[in-house]
């Protein structure tokens, strides 16, 4: 999966591509104080409206259940449609929109700190 981290003091951004979040400290090199701001979608937007947990999944580069873990704890939008749960296109590219701008707005903050 691709994360997008801030280092707190530095108030750096960087992208990184890994497969667990605890692999993140060896990626980027830094010792500790980040924080993970926001994912970045690995493959290219479907043409569907309405997407499929394996869509999702594939389109952000994460594991199927990683998927279902976020529905369960409302960390993703989604809507259930009987028994089955469906995504909104749109809905998951707002999400992720408003994940880069929290991420943009903490980054000005540390600065005119």
């Excluded at 990184?16 to 290219?44: D, F, H, S, Y």
């Excluded at 999400?95 to 701008?101: A, D, G, P, R, S």
Aim: hydrophobic share 35%; net charge positive.
């Amino acid at each position: 999966m691709k994360l997008r981290v801030v280092h707190i003091e530095l108030g750096e951004t960087r992208i990184v591509n890994v497969q667990r979040p605890t692999e993140i400290l060896r990626e980027t090199g830094w010792k500790k104080k980040l924080i993970i701001t926001a994912l970045v979608p690995t493959g290219e937007a479907p043409t569907n409206a309405i997407l499929s947990r394996s869509e999702v999944a594939e389109w952000l580069g994460v594991h199927p259940m990683t998927i279902a873990y976020w529905c369960k704890n409302n960390r993703i939008p989604f809507q259930r449609v009987g028994k089955n749960t469906a995504y909104n296109k749109h809905k998951i590219l707002a999400w992720l929109q408003k994940q880069n701008e929290a991420c943009d707005r903490y980054k000005k903050k540390e600065v005119e700190s």
